[in-house]
């Protein structure tokens, strides 16, 4: 089969690579713990594949936990193959691929927090993932897909439960963390995550949503999901805390999303929250992270809420984040392929990462459609 290999960094190349088989070995990532019989794994044809941000640092920058990697952890596909273990009759099913594979013996796995996995394995960072013809993959970690969603829909299922576990985390998502019945919320960080967790947002019926960008063109796709320019504010540019201050008239958010990762977002956070607001931290750090006495003192104070976030959760319940989120995308609720800004075939791929790498033209969702 052709696949994106990632010999050593920067060294990405697409190339032919032998075809992953179930010959009765084990999927093995950096534990064993997280291995993964054969026996129990599908092999899935790979119809969509998306670029995560994160991708691009793992190519370009730091390398990945082993090489030779295939990278790609936002894929769907149909099931070719099935192990001895998985009923034969799901081959050729359509499946989105929930990409952590946990060990499900430590203490979070014992109470199905599976994203909190001590031991866990990761398609496409700690083993083989989707940036190829095809991927073998646990028989556990798939959803079915209905009709009703397409494969480069179901390819963005990672990120969109990813935002929909932080909405969740913040509060939101079952009810309002404060006393006020139509909460400020500003999201800052404008990638894919903000905007998906605005998209859920919108949903969800929530409207006063003060956005926090750095980038003309970001205007634009929140346009496209309801959102008026006089809610958007350039993170270089503009006086943010006025900015809140004069919308929430002096009130200061109830919410505060930090979707970028950087010291300079999270005081920002800090700054324009009221009493009793909740910073919701998103974004994977840049670097390392420092807290002033001042800031400290802000949490104190104004008796704020600061919660961390990662990745989503997948029970197989009818209320996990994935299964949620899909039922969104089966109705209509949420339509993420208003995000995707370039489409390419697995041969020109490539210049979807060069693009990512190099920024040269804007962006949000970067998809391979096979």
């Known amino acids: 089969m052709k696949a994106y290999v990632l010999k ?26 997280s291995s993964v019989s054969d026996d129990d794994c599908v092999i899935v044809k790979v119809k969509a594949a998306g670029i995560c941000g994160s991708d691009i640092p793992r190519i370009y920058k730091n390398g990945a936990y082993h090489h030779p990697l295939i990278p790609g952890h936002e894929f769907a596909g149909e099931i070719a193959e099935t192990g001895k273990n998985v009923p034969g009759t799901l081959e050729g099913k359509r499946v989105g691929v929930f990409p952590l594979i946990p060990c499900h013996e430590c203490a979070p796995c014992k109470k199905r927090e599976y994203e909190m996995c001590a031991n866990y394995n990761y398609l496409g960072s700690r083993c083989d ?12 970690n798939l959803i079915n897909l209905p009709d009703e969603v397409t494969f480069e829909q179901a390819a963005m299922l990672e990120p969109l439960s ?3 576990h932080a909405i969740k985390k913040s509060g939101l998502g079952s009810g309002t963390p404060s006393a006020n019945p139509d909460p400020w919320i500003v999201v800052c960080g404008l990638g894919t995550i903000g905007l998906f967790v605005i998209m859920h947002l919108k949903s969800m019926g929530y409207s006063n949503i003060l956005c926090i960008g750095n980038k003309d063109s970001q205007k634009e796709h929140l ?7 006089g809610s958007y504010a350039d993170f270089n540019k503009d006086d943010i805390p006025a ?48 807290l002033s006495r001042e800031e400290y003192w802000k949490i104190l104070r104004k008796q704020f809420t600061v919660t961390g976030t990662w990745n989503s959760s997948f029970t197989h319940s009818e209320d996990d984040d994935w299964n949620i989120v899909l039922r969104s995308i089966a109705s209509g609720k949420i339509k993420p392929e208003k995000l995707i800004t370039h489409r390419f075939s697995p ?24």
């Open 8 to 33: 050593n960094i920067a060294d990405f190349s697409f190339e032919e690579v032998p075809d992953p088989a179930l010959d009765g070995g084990r999927l093995y990532g950096l534990n064993e713990e």
């Open 129 to 140: 993932g989707g940036f190829a013809e095809y991927v073998k993959v646990p028989a556990d």
């Open 162 to 164: 990813v935002a929909y």
């Open 223 to 229: 346009s496209e999901l309801g959102i008026g320019s």
């Open 243 to 290: 900015f809140v201050n004069e919308k929430t008239a002096g009130c200061g958010a109830d919410v505060f999303f930090e979707c970028v990762g950087k010291n300079e977002s999270v005081s920002l956070g800090l700054n324009v929250l009221g009493p009793s607001g909740r910073l919701q931290l998103v974004g994977n750090p840049a670097s390392d992270m420092n």
């Open 347 to 370: 041969e020109d791929f490539y210049k979807g990462f060069e693009i990512m790498r190099d920024k040269t033209e804007d962006y949000i969702k970067v998809m391979c459609i096979m």
